[in-house]
Structures are given as C-alpha cells and as structure tokens.
C-alpha cells in the first residue's frame, strides 16, 4: 500500500518559534501556535472551523441573528486577544465556548436590563398556533418546525438553554459542558433533564403520537 | 435492575456518560423491557428532531472581515501599549537628534579622547621596551569610532557620556554595574537596576548639549532628583521624552493599579463628554470621542489581559463593563444617526457606567 506523504513532513520552520511557511498544519496545537507567532492565515482556519458551532450556539442562546453575529465577531476578537494566556492548545474548542458563553450572558444580561426582560411566559402561545391539529413531525415543513424549536428554546431559563444547546445541539460531553459553563457536573445533569422535559412538552404537539 | 433503576440513568445511557458496567447493565435491561426501551426510543426520536433544527443565522465572509478588522485594532493597540515601544520611540527620536549633532560637539569629546589614546599608547610602547602592562586608561585605547569604556564610578561625569549619536551597545556604561542605562539628548537616562525601572537626570549632559541643541534651558545641577522633580525637568526637556518619563514615573508609583487608574479616569472623561453632547451632535463632532474611544479600547484589552493574568477580578469586571460602551463609541458611523447616539447614551445611563467608574 503506497504511503501517503503526510502533511505535517510540507512544513518548514522558519526559525521562529511558532512559524512556519507551509500553511498546511492544521491540528489545533498547531495552529494555536502559528497564530501566536503572527499567523493571520492561521487565526483564519480557526475561524472558519468554529464560526459555525459558535454562531449556532450564541444564536441559540440570544435568538437573534444580528446580536448572534456581533457577538461571535466579539469572542473572536476576545479570543484572540487571550490566545497567549490558553494552557491547554488541545482544549481550544471548549475554551472558544466558554468565551461565546461569557459573551452570550453578558449580552443577555444586558437586554434583560434594557428592556426590563418581558419574556414571553405563555406556553399557548406556541400551542395556540397550531393546536387544532398537532402534526406528525415528519409533516412539519423544517423552517416550520424549527420555528417551534427556537420559540420553545427561548423559553427555557438561562442555565437551562445553555446546557440544553451544549449537549443537545453541539453535543459536547458533560465534563465539556462543565467546563464550559461552570457548573458541576449534578447541576448540569439536572438543569438539562428538566431543560428536556420542558422542551419535550413544548414541541410535543409536533411530535404526534411519538411522545 | 429495576425500570425504575433503568429510567433515572436512561437520559446519561444515551448520552453515554454512564461508566462501561453501568452502561451494559442498562443494556441488558433495555434488551429486556420493552418500555424502558421506548424511553430511549423517545429521547433518540426528538434527538433526530432536535437536529433538523434549522438557525436563521449564517457564517458570511462579512463576519470574517468583522472579525479580522476588530483584531487588527487589537494588534495596534497591543503595539501601542507595548512597554519597550516608547523606549523604542525615544531612541529613535534621540538617534535622529543625535545624528545632527554629531558632526559638531558630540563628536568632539570622542575624538578627543581617541587622540588622547593613542598619543599615551605610543608614549608608553616607546617608554616600555618590555611591553609591561600599562595604567588602565592606556592598557584601553577606544576601538576606532567608538567611545572610550568609562569606570563605573563615573556614570554622570562627562567621560562616561556616550556623545557620538549613536545607539552603539558598546558605548553604554559597564553591564557590571548592575545597570544599563539609554542616555537621551536631553541629558534624561533611564536606568534599570535590579529590575526597578528609574529615571535619573544627567545635568552634564544637558548642559553640554544645551548650546547645539535648540532645547530649553538644562535643569538644576542634581545628580538624583525625586520622582516630582524629575517628571517636571523632563517635561521642561522634550515633549517627546515626557511621555516615557511620565510612564516610568506612573510605574514607579504603582505599576497596575496607576495604570488602571489613569485609565479610567479617561475613560470617565470620555464617557462624560459623550454623555453631554447635545442631541443634535453630528458626526463630526464625535470624531474626537470615537478617536479617543478607540484607543482607551486598545488600552482596555491589554488592562483587561493584566487583571486575568494576575487575578484581580474587580479590575476585570470594571474593564469588562467598560468595553461595550468603548465599543459602541468607537464604532459609530461617520455618519451615525441621532438614535444610535441615543442608544448609547441611554444604556450608559441604565447601566449607570460613569457612576460604577467613579466608584472603583
């Protein structure tokens, strides 16, 4: 079997640490490295390889595509601007999220200020809807159904969301999620039952006789 | 095992967080009972329909340049705040001083003393047929074009002077003094001692420099002078060697906390500036606080960089709830419309920012 030249054999250091002139090595230690050395490129594939679970999940949480945006734009910069103090090269994708998590609260915090929070509290409002005749899933146009899923997710209570999207969504492990969050691992076990159960009976009309 | 067992773990079974023995207990139940096994069917069913979740927003190339324009702001502002860039600035600008002296008076001593060199070697080669070893002055005559090596004890007499207008490493005073010293046009040096950044005035060298030189008058015979006076003389010196004199004198007080301090404190300026704009204010008359606003948030990341680092969560969280409004100034439109002004305002005040600066 012919052996395929690996990747990594491209680079040539440059001499300074951190820097080398193959643009190739992607492995997050790497480019971690390439980007404390003054790799733009490399900050670049960092960005194009989390900007899309970060987005996700900071929409997930503030439910607005334009706040979303700038505040995945903001823990980039912040992340950026931390990259030096990151211990651990390989945990770069939970420390992203941790950053996106401080973020998303801190921006929600700030609305709740704002705008005195009047969330809406009625769960008929989603069932009003289209209680006449719960569909089956499977006969729920996807942006229709997603719809219910971000009303019923905006519902949920600040921990609870954030566990819900980490596992639920970006399917990250427990000790992942209580890295991310700080919270232990009983809480976010807990938090996210309840975070299930409420989701549950919020699209549970939807969902036909499945539940 | 007992359903009951079974369904308290079947949420941590599915998403396998349960250790390996665990797991194959669940699973031989679950092989076992067909309604603990409709639990599992269930979580898995609105898993598949969690996953169909559709999200409005979208990564756009737009993003990406958003992304990359707020680092690169970051990156000058790092430049900026860099504590070896004034030094760097400061001897840039006394090399360019330096060099139009040079021709004339700075020169001079060098000279001088390179004669002087080589007319006592020659004296002593005639005199010493046995090439015995010489006194010290002579034993070390000054390379070509380079300053003779002063004694330590003579740092501010004129002979320790480098004068030839240049940055040469070699001119620079004896390392076995435990100080290294950047000697400046203005007679101002800064000197590292045992890892305490100082600033001393060398009166010889202002004075001798004063006459080439279009500068103010030298200060006071002193050869060290306290922390107010020095800050004063070198103010009276150069505009240029202010400000590093003024930051080597704020670090000497209270490295974090003055720095912290002085920020703030513009920041509170800013803050109050912007808050007391008219309504009507048009853009160009924010241009001075977008400006202002754009260099405290470059000054804010490094600071907030600092207070992580060394723990000071106080600092962090007033620089924390400090950024967005910072943020906010600084990226007003040319043209920003009087609502966004008022946005602004109106969530400086809800989140009472000047008062919660003037508290810290």
Known sequence: MMKLPAIDMM?????????????????????????????????????????????????????????????????????????????????????????????????????????????????????????????????????????????????????????????????RSYEEIAEITGFSVGKLKTDLHRARAEMRRRIGPYLGGEQ | MRCEDCLSVVEEYFDGELETKQTERVSAHMAACADCAAALDALSFEQDIYLRYEREAEVTPALWQQVRAGVGRLDEAEKATRPASPLARLRGRLAASLSALAPRAAFAPTLALLVL????????????????????????????????????????????????????????????????????????????????????????????????????????????????????????????????????GVRLLDPEEKEMARHLEQAQALLRSFQNEAPETDAVALAYERRLSRRLLEENASLQLGAETAGREESKQVLDTLEPFLLDIANLRDNASRDEVRSIKERMRKREIIAALTVY
Not at chain 1, 12 to 24: F, M, N, R
Not at chain 1, 37 to 58: K, M, N, V
Not at chain 1, 96 to 112: G, H, P, Q, W
Request: proline share 8%.
């Open chain 2, 117 to 248: 060199g080589v007319a006592l070697g020659a004296l002593w080669l005639s005199r010493t047929p046995d090439h015995r070893p010489a006194p010290e002055l002579a034993s070390n005559p000054a390379p070509e074009g380079r300053a003779a090596a002063p004694p330590a004890a003579q740092t501010n007499t004129p002979a320790a002077v480098n004068d030839n207008g240049t940055s040469n490493k070699s001119n620079q005073p004896a390392p076995a003094r435990g100080a290294a010293g950047l000697e400046g046009a203005a007679g101002v040096r800064f000197v590292n001692a045992g890892g305490v950044n100082a600033a001393v005035v060398n009166p010889a060298a202002a004075a001798r420099r004063a006459p080439a030189a279009p500068a103010p008058a030298p200060p006071p015979p002193a050869d060290h002078l306290r922390e107010p006076e020095l800050l004063a003389a070198a103010a009276a010196e150069s505009p240029a060697v202010d400000d590093v004199v003024a930051a080597a």
């Open chain 1, 11 to 171: 680079e040539v250091e440059t001499g300074q640490p951190g820097a080398y002139t193959g643009a190739l090595m992607n492995s997050t230690e790497e480019l971690v490295a390439r980007v404390r050395g003054g790799d733009e490129e490399a900050f670049r594939l960092i960005f194009d390889r989390y900007a899309r679970p970060l987005l996700s999940f900071i929409y997930d949480m503030v439910g607005e595509r334009e706040l979303a945006e700038d505040l995945t734009q903001e823990t980039f910069v912040r992340a950026y601007k931390g990259l030096s103090g990151l211990r651990d090269e390989a945990r770069l994708s939970t420390w992203l999220f941790s950053i996106a998590k401080n973020v998303a609260r801190e921006s929600l915090r700030t609305r709740r200020r704002h705008a005195g929070h009047v969330e809406l509290d009625d769960d008929e409002v989603v069932f009003e809807l289209h209680d006449e005749r719960p569909s089956p899933a499977g006969d729920l146009l996807d942006k229709e159904l997603s719809g219910v899923i971000r009303r019923a997710l905006s519902k949920l209570d600040e921990d609870k969301r954030l566990v819900f999207t980490l596992k639920v969504f970006q399917q």
